[in-house]
């Protein structure tokens, strides 16, 4: 199969719909996914894995801990969920994406053994086992992988014994499929944790602390709370701050803004240090340089300073609060002109809640998705609770708006879904 052809299969499958019966009780499974990567050799098992769950951040934990081992000399996959603009995103080694011939190949391969399954397998199944097969291929000494949705029934959970497991924040989200508290969704993110599985955790509830570490203790592994950074510092060309690793207080640079990244950061340096204790060659300065390599698309990214532009997938509570502390602290007092776009199975009256008194003007957006919620409707919800709001007619639309209605002293941002930002960050 060439590239097309990958992307027209993928096309024509019926969209993965999770289902509970209750929350916490789901009717899925990972039986398909466990008989297709058989047939590919258990490629999950022939590179040494760390395994990334939670709510937020762990896509960025995920490329800060990859770009460290690279900076180490380790050949590094990573595989990470959603894309924003071409599938072969998903898959990279060393920070570069796959290329789509090497997609179409290693992808292709999946899919002819996925059609001879009795039941089909879904685009992140078939994505998933196709990851693990192309490390395999390229003989990576080491993959990183961020969990697609919750934890334990989640495709990427075939792996037998992760290096490592690794926890962010947890907070409600798909609270309809994964459970309505904090305590059920951490114990479904919680299935990764296999026998004798060491365990990093981000500062979350005590009562998600608790589990994990119960859930730990009981595997055989040790738990380590990932360390908190101190004196962040952050502007837009970037944040500094300073973090413990292996005892001593060290200096880091980040390349991206935000007063969340360093905390994201401080898991990935703990990490590294955990796996250092495994055996891995990694310096302070691995990890200094690691960080500062990484640039995250569509997380506080800054498109334009002249009005400032930023772009947030920001797209559950826990994240849009992170957002709104960061442009507090670096923007005190000001208002700004939000562009937002949300799926309609979201608690997006929640989500969005913190924006009301930041916004001085807002212009909705339908993401392409199945499951957004129209701009139209997303607008009048925004009315409804005395926002000054328009529906736009595209993403075109609301970033020609946004600009035509700022001044020069002006922030716009555009958050909600990432859903809409690969086409947002096409225009820049």
């Known amino acids: 199969m060439n590239y097309v052809e990958v992307n027209k299969y993928f096309n024509g499958l019926k969209p993965f719909v999770p289902v509970a019966v209750m929350p916490g009780e789901l009717l899925f499974d990972l039986d398909t996914v466990r008989v297709l990567a058989g047939k590919l050799r258990d490629s999950q098992d022939k590179t040494p894995c760390v395994h990334i769950t939670g709510t937020n951040g762990k896509g960025s934990v995920a490329a800060f801990l990859a770009s460290v081992l690279e900076s180490a000399g380790y050949k590094t996959g990573t595989f990470s969920s959603p894309y924003l603009e071409n599938r072969t995103e998903q898959i990279q080694i060393n920070g570069t994406d796959i290329s789509e011939e090497d997609f179409a190949e290693v992808t292709g391969d999946v899919i002819e053994q996925a059609k001879t399954l009795s039941a089909e397998a879904s685009e992140f199944e078939i994505t998933t086992v196709a990851a693990f097969e192309y490390f395999s291929r390229q003989k990576c000494d080491i993959a990183v992988i961020e969990v697609g949705m919750g934890g334990e029934y989640d495709a990427t959970n075939i792996i037998k014994s992760p290096l490592l497991a690794v926890f962010t924040t947890i907070s409600l989200e798909h609270s309809q499929v994964l459970g309505d508290s904090l305590e059920a969704i951490a114990k479904v993110k919680s299935g990764i944790i296999k026998k004798k599985t060491d365990v990093v955790a981000m500062d979350n509830s005590d009562e998600v602390l608790k589990l994990l570490s119960e859930k730990c203790g009981y595997s055989g592994g040790g738990f380590t709370k990932a360390s908190v950074p101190e004196n962040i510092k952050c502007g837009l060309s970037g944040t500094e701050f300073d973090c413990i690793f292996e005892g001593e207080t060290e200096h880091f640079s980040l390349s991206s803004p935000g007063f969340y990244q360093p905390f994201n950061a401080g898991a990935a340096i ?19 340089e690691g960080l500062l390599k990484v640039k995250r698309p569509a997380r506080f990214e800054v498109l334009s300073e002249n009005p400032v532009f930023i772009a947030d997938g920001s797209h559950n509570k826990g994240a849009i609060d992170a ?16 562009i937002t776009g949300v799926l309609r199975d979201k608690d997006y009256g929640e989500m969005l809640e913190p924006l009301m008194e930041l916004g001085k003007k807002f212009f909705t957006v339908t993401p392409h998705n199945p499951r957004a919620l129209p701009g139209e409707k997303l607008a009048y919800l925004l009315l409804g609770r005395g926002a000054d709001a328009d529906a736009c007619e595209s993403v075109k639309d609301a970033v020609e708006k946004a600009f035509a209605t700022a001044g020069k002293d002006d922030v716009i941002v555009a958050l909600g879904s990432l859903y809409y930002m690969g086409e947002l960050r096409k225009m820049f």
């Open 323 to 338: 957002i709104v502390h960061s442009l507090k602290e670096m923007f005190p007092g000001k208002k700004y002109i939000f």
């Open 270 to 288: 703990t990490a590294a240090e955990i796996l250092k204790g495994k055996g891995f060659d990694i310096s302070p300065e691995n990890v200094r």
